[in-house]
């Protein structure tokens, strides 16, 4: 039985990906919020988000679960993340 009071985790969910819809739906974030984080960097693609053949978005729920307990910082790193692979 499903505990309602309880906030799922990646372990309830045994998968690494999940579609955007899917992630919007477990996480209460809406899609705008995950494309604006792609957008400015915070997200980046194929670490927290990926577009798979059929050009749908997942999202890596466990990258995305790092990113939270990682704090406020993470806009940083995500920044120098970026420049460290333009660089090799």
Same mark, same amino acid.
């Given at each position: 039985?499903?505990d @309602?009071?309880r906030v799922? /985790?990646? +372990? $309830? =969910? %045994?998968m690494?990906?999940v579609?955007?819809?899917?992630?919007c +739906?477990? /996480?209460? $974030?809406? &899609? #705008?919020a995950? #494309?604006a984080r792609?957008?400015k960097g =915070?997200w980046?693609?194929g670490? #927290?988000? @990926?577009? *798979?053949g059929d @050009?749908?978005?997942?999202?890596n729920?466990e990258a995305?679960?790092k990113? =939270?307990?990682?704090? &406020? %910082?993470?806009?940083t790193? /995500?920044r120098? !993340?970026? +420049? *460290? *692979?333009? !660089?090799?």
């Amino acid at each position: 039985m499903f505990d @309602r009071g309880r906030v799922m /985790s990646t +372990e $309830d =969910i %045994n998968m690494k990906w999940v579609k955007l819809k899917k992630y919007c +739906e477990l /996480s209460g $974030d809406t &899609p #705008h919020a995950v #494309h604006a984080r792609r957008r400015k960097g =915070i997200w980046l693609d194929g670490l #927290h988000t @990926r577009l *798979a053949g059929d @050009r749908r978005l997942w999202v890596n729920l466990e990258a995305v679960e790092k990113w =939270i307990e990682s704090g &406020p %910082n993470m806009e940083t790193c /995500s920044r120098k !993340h970026k +420049e *460290a *692979a333009k !660089h090799g």
